[in-house]
Each structure stands twice: as C-alpha cells, then as structure tokens.
C-alpha cells in the first residue's frame, strides 16, 4: 500500500497526483474475511468547473455468502467514484466506505450458478403451463358485451 494517510485534495489535485496500488485484507478491517485483493487507482485533477476532482477506480473481488444458497460467491466489484473534497481526508477510510456501500445488501448467485435452484424440482421450462398469464384472457374478456 502506497496511499498517504492523509490526502489534501488541493495539493494533490495542483500536483495532478496519482496513486495507484493493490490493498490487502488487513488494510481494510471492515472487509477483512469478504475480500481478496483490492485494486485501486486515485488520480486528481481539476474539472471543467476548475473544481478539484478525485477520481477512484476500485477493483476488488469479494467472497461473499449467496442469501438464496448460503454457499459462498465470488463477486467482482467495478466501481468508479467522484470525490469533491473540499477538506483533507483518508484515503484508506474513503476506498474502505465507498466498498462497503458498492456491496449488494442481498448477495445471490446467478439463478444458473446457484446450488439452490439446482437442488430443486422447480424449473422455469417445466413450469411454463403453471405460469401466471393475466393477459391470455384478456381477448375474451374484451368480447364481454354485457
Ligand atoms: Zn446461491
């Protein structure tokens, strides 16, 4: 990890100073035990209002717990975010925050990969007959003059 403990957003921005590294579990308590390793890219710079701009690149690959299987998922996480910090901050404290709130509340499988719907007797094709249709009646219901 290479990231400063503390960033002034002025300075780093009139530096157009770039940061990029790899963090490892420990350096996020929060996360340690969901994630693997996370990829992070910070460059800052001025936007077309002259206003300095953070942009974050977060790559990270979780292990999270599918709500659905309760058998562990690999989660890939892209995320791109756009800080206006007026005040200096913590790098570390930011990244650690925006992939907290980047996770999904309810994570689950693809309905495909999950041992759930595997383990099952329901399938979207068998059960097509069974399927709610509200609109197969709907011609005969127009001809209903009274
Ligand atoms: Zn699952």
Do not use: W
């Not at 936007?47 to 890939?76: H, S, V, W």
């Amino acid at each position: 990890m290479n990231l400063p403990t503390e960033l002034d957003p002025l300075k780093a921005c009139r530096a157009g100073q770039v940061l990029e590294g790899n963090l490892v579990p420990t350096d996020l308590p929060r996360l340690e035990g969901l994630m693997g390793k996370v990829h992070y890219h910070l460059s800052c710079g001025f936007n077309e209002k002259k206003e300095p701009e953070l942009r974050i690149l977060l790559q990270a690959k979780f292990t999270l717990i599918c709500q659905r299987c309760n058998q562990p998922m690999q989660y890939i996480l892209n995320e791109e975010i756009y800080l206006e910090e007026p005040d200096v901050f913590k790098p570390i404290d930011v990244i650690e925050d925006e992939l907290i709130l980047a996770l999904p509340m309810i994570p689950m499988h693809e309905e495909k990969d999950c041992a759930f719907s595997q383990n099952t007797a329901y399938s979207p094709v068998e059960n097509e007959n069974n399927r709610y249709k509200p609109f197969t009646d709907l011609g005969k219901k127009l001809d209903l003059k009274e």
